[in-house]
């Protein structure tokens, strides 16, 4: 790793998410937790939406050099993503509750507004 890789990607990822946080406040969600661990994996944020619990993946770059950010949730991310929001549902009583999976991809070009492209059910529950 090259020094201070880290600290860029990880920089680009913490504003990514405080930008999709905000974007999902001014669209009437309401947080429940951000940055969930389960030994599955992590969650970047779970949110309500009226009725639905909604697990929100961000992705955040600077440029397309690496394509479009939301290219990069996987089917591999997507089932940890899946286990982890069963443990969450699991762990708050909450096992028939409504839930969907967003992603919300942004890039950040140095100097610009930020682009925001927020999917909703990006993707079903994952095994």
Known sequence: MIDGE???STSVGARGEAIAEAYLRGKGFTILE????????EID??????????FVEVK?????????????VTPFKQRQIS????????HRKKPNAI?????????????????????RNAFDLSS
Do not use: M
């Not at 955040?60 to 990069?72: E, M």
């Open 6 to 8: 880290k600290s860029c």
């Open 34 to 41: 951000k940055n969930y661990r389960g030994r599955t994996g």
């Open 45 to 54: 944020i779970v949110a309500r939406d009226g009725d639905s619990i909604v």
């Open 60 to 72: 955040a770059r600077r440029n397309l050099a690496y394509g479009v950010p939301q290219l990069a």
């Open 83 to 90: 286990r982890t929001a069963l443990t969450w549902l699991a």
């Open 99 to 119: 839930a969907r999976f967003d992603v919300i991809a942004i890039l950040l070009p140095e100097g610009e507004v930020p682009q925001i492209d927020h999917i």
